[in-house]
C-alpha cells in the first residue's frame, strides 16, 4: 500500500487529498511503509544522520540477448541514455559504465540501498554486460521529464494543482534519500522523470554521497560540494563561506535550495539562469 496524492476537481480548482490506494500502474516501485516508513512528507530530517549498510559488493544481474535497441533519449539537457526493449518486451532506459573508481562502487551500493524503496525514486537494476569491466544500470522508461513539461508549456509556468503535487512528491523523495543517508545534490528539473500519471520519480544520482555519521553528519565540505552540485543550484549562504578550504556546510540546506528552484521553476516556467 503507498500513499499517493489525489484530487477532486471542484469547479476549475482541485483540492489534493492524501488518500492511501493501491497504485502499480506506473512502475513496481515498493515502499517501506511495513517497516516504519510513510510516503506522506512526514520525514524528520532533523538530528543525527542514520547508520546505513551498503552492500558489498554490488549486486549484478546478468543481461541477456534478448535486449533490443531502439534508439537515444535525451531527458532534458542530460547525458544521452539507450532506448531498449528487454526480454519481456517493456521498454527500458540504460545508461552503460565503467568499473574501477570508487566513486562508481559508491554509486552502485547508493542506487541499491534506494532502489524500490520509495514511489517517487526510480527503480534501478544493475546489469554486467557482455563486455568485459562494464555493466550498466536500467530504469523503467518515461517519455517526460519535468524539463520537457516546462518547455511544451512554452515556459509560462504549470498549473497551481500539478505543482502542489510535483511539490510534494519532490520533497518527499529528497527527505526520503536523507533519512536514509544519503544527498542527492542534483535536484534539477532534468532529474525529474513524470509518469504518465503525473506523478515525480527522481533519478540521476550519480552526484549523490554518503554521509558519515561518525564524522560530520550532515555537513560537508565545501570543496566536496563544490565538486558535486551546479553552482547556479547552490544556495547564497554557500558563496559567503570565509574559509572555503575548512568549512563546511549543512546539506539539508542545499537539497532544500535545489527543491525551492524546482518549484520557482515550475510556477513560473523561467529557467534557473534568468
Known sequence: METQLNYDK???ESLYTSQIVQDDKDDDTQSE?????????SYSIDGDVPKTSL???????DIGNNWIK??????????KLGLYTD????RRLVKSED???DDKEDLLRILESLSRRHKNIVRFQLYRTQNPGQYCIAMPYFETTLTGMLESQGRNGLSINFVKKAALQLLDAVSFVLIKG????????????LTPRGNVKLTDFDACISLDPNNQGYFVSYKELERKCQQIYWPPEMERMENKDSDKFDVRYVESWMCGIVIFEMLLGKLSEC
Request: charged share 25%; with cysteine.
Open 10 to 12: 471542484q469547479g476549475d
Open 33 to 41: 511503509s511495513s517497516i516504519g516508513f510513510h510516503s506522506d512528507c
Open 55 to 61: 552492500s558489498s559488493p554490488p549486486n549484478f544481474a
Open 70 to 79: 531502439k534508439g537515444d533519449f535525451h531527458p532534458g539537457n542530460s547525458e
Open 87 to 90: 526480454e519481456n518486451g517493456k
Open 99 to 101: 568499473e574501477g573508481s
Open 182 to 193: 544519503f544527498a542527492h545534490l542534483g535536484v534539477k528539473k532534468d532529474n525529474i522523470l
